[in-house]
């Protein structure tokens, strides 16, 4: 299938395309704030300067674009039909960051939450506030990267495990 888009208009559009203050990040947010969370925002101290940081619980939230993340068999995430090769190294390189990123914050002492644009919704919010907050029993707020093992066990997961070639 070729691209409906001139390169012009294409260019345009992917250069409009924002990596702080989404949609997404602000909906998770603004919901955060509403249950008396405080949190700082992209702190550039922090390995893969995390969306939102939360100092008092020592956690760190992604909310990560289901494209750009490949978020597998979700409809947001379909590669364009143009230029398949340089779009597949490109979001599988994201996935290493990420996973890099997720080691380097546990190793650190953080724990680390993702969530994928297309799972914001209420209940989804309320299971990443409960474990936030660690209440006991709440289950995994999102399949995107299971972090909550120790800093030693995650980093003895093999890459495979995150749909990584290496």
């Known amino acids: 299938m070729t691209d ?21 990040e602000l ?17 550039r101290r922090l390995p893969g300067s995390p969306d939102i940081v939360l100092p008092r619980y020592k956690t760190v939230i992604f909310v990560d674009g289901c494209f750009w993340h490949g978020h597998e068999g979700c409809r947001h995430s379909r590669l364009p039909g143009t230029n398949v090769k340089f779009w597949k190294d490109k979001i599988t390189l994201n996935m290493a960051r990420d996973y890099k990123v997720n080691v380097e914050l546990r190793r650190m002492g953080w724990r680390v939450l993702r969530i994928w644009e297309c799972e914001i919704n209420e209940s989804t919010l309320q299971r990443l506030y409960q474990r936030i907050i660690g209440t006991p029993g709440v289950e995994e707020v999102t399949n995107a990267y299971d972090t909550s093992p120790s800093p030693t066990d995650l980093a003895a997961e093999p890459p495979e495990a995150y749909g990584l070639p290496f």
């Open 27 to 43: 909906a998770v947010r603004k919901f955060l704030f509403a249950q008396g969370l405080r949190f700082r925002v992209n702190n």
């Open 4 to 24: 409906r888009m001139t390169p012009r208009q294409r260019s345009r559009c992917m250069a409009a395309i924002k990596g702080r203050d989404t949609k997404p």
